[in-house]
């Protein structure tokens, strides 16, 4: 039990998707304008990451690991990703059709999301089992929301500061993302993983 | 090799009709008015038109709810035009078209009531309970809400004063306008009126 916990709490915070591994930049700094967005946001990539996660392990352990096939991991856990995303699209436009329109272009720019990739690779490597893997998906995308949120609150109250020009826009977010970074490292002493 | 290619064809087929069937039965309906109106209307989402964009407001006239003068920025050619694809007659002899503006609070009126800031949907508007508010210029897309709430008048809609930041080229004359310019002076005698076929509407 504690093992999980430890595994969660370092895929969550000790090694941030976005401020440890520094995956999913894009969206780290395109969709995180706005703290309803980026909420929407981290929602929709924490779901798509944990199922995808799943069924690429499965498509690891029963397809590529019995036939010898890893060298078309990458090929094989895009193509799962894009489907998975393409289906959370259509199931949202169905049942959440505000929910969507709050995602727009997001939702289907998770395909391209390396973080949801690289999520999945990192399980390969870490060798996990399927609770695990779920388990460390789930947290690692929670991180990933946590990221986006705090950093969206940031920079809705970076806009109305008095930021010189020099620096307005990306720049100023670029250096207090690295600042956010630093914060995180505190974390770094939780955990033996 | 051969079970390489067979089972990436496999995982593509099955994952393919997946999603066909899915697009099959999660189908949305859609109305295609909508989005033909959509179309008609500038797209910069500024909500002058009281609706949070143009989507909404597209949708709105589909249902008729809204009516076809709604947009100032898309002026006379826009309101005309979606007249023309609702098939309703619109009067446009009091239509004036507007100038960009933004709101301007004077400072000696305002009350600090806060009733601007909750109703400004660019969060335009500064202030707190009981302490003068202010209007961020550059924020504002002149929608003119806060000028309907404020008890004491004390927002004012202004034009946005010509600078070398803000002056561009006066957009280029239609085709009608064109056609109108070029015509060839004529040499007969204009119909009279009683002539003419009646307008149809």
């Known amino acids: ?193 | 090799m051969w079970v390489d290619i067979a089972s990436l064809t496999l995982m593509g087929g099955v994952l393919g009709s997946l999603l066909g069937a899915a697009a099959w039965f999660l189908a949305v309906e859609e109305n295609p008015l909508e989005a033909e109106l959509q179309a008609m209307l500038p797209g910069s989402q500024c909500g002058q038109c009281g609706y949070v964009g143009c989507a909404q407001a597209a949708a709105a006239l589909a249902r008729g709810e809204a009516p076809v003068t709604l947009c100032p920025p898309g002026g006379k050619a826009t309101a005309e035009k979606l007249a023309k694809r609702l098939g309703v007659a619109v009067d446009l002899s009091q239509h004036e078209d507007k100038i960009p503006q933004y709101a301007v609070i004077v400072e000696d009126l305002c009350i600090g009531c806060t009733r601007c800031i909750k109703e400004c949907s660019a969060d335009a508007i500064f202030g707190a309970t009981k302490q003068m508010h202010t209007a961020i210029a550059e924020a504002c897309h002149a929608c003119g809400k806060c000028v309907l709430v404020c008890p004491t008048d004390a927002i004012l809609m202004q034009p946005i004063p010509v600078t070398l930041r803000t002056w561009h080229w006066p957009k280029p004359p239609s085709w009608q306008e064109r056609m109108e310019l070029e015509k060839p002076v004529s040499h007969h005698w204009p119909k009279p009126p009683s002539c003419q076929q009646p307008v149809e509407a």
């Open chain 1, 1 to 193: 039990m504690q093992d999980y916990v430890y595994l969660m709490l370092s895929a969550a915070l000790v090694n941030n998707v976005i401020l440890a591994r520094f995956l999913g930049l894009c969206s780290f700094m395109g969709v995180t304008t706005r703290v309803d967005t980026a909420v929407g946001m981290g929602l929709a990539t924490t779901f798509v990451i944990t199922v995808s996660s799943m069924l690429n392990w499965a498509v690891e352990a029963y397809l590529l690991k019995p036939y010898d096939l890893l060298y078309l991991r990458t090929v094989t856990f895009i193509l799962v990703i894009a489907a998975a995303v393409q289906f959370t699209e259509m199931t949202v436009r169905k049942i959440s059709p505000s929910l969507f329109q709050m995602l727009g272009i997001y939702l289907p720019l998770i395909t391209t999301n390396c973080a949801v990739l690289g999520v999945a690779l990192l399980l390969v490597e870490g060798r996990m089992g399927f609770l695990e893997s779920v388990l460390f998906a789930l947290a690692s995308s929670l991180g990933y929301s946590l990221v986006m949120v705090l950093f969206a609150g940031l920079r809705e109250r970076l806009a109305v500061a008095d930021v010189p020009p020099l620096f307005a826009g990306p720049p100023i977010g670029f250096i207090v993302a690295s600042l956010l970074a630093l914060a995180f490292m505190g974390f770094s002493g939780i955990g033996a993983h």
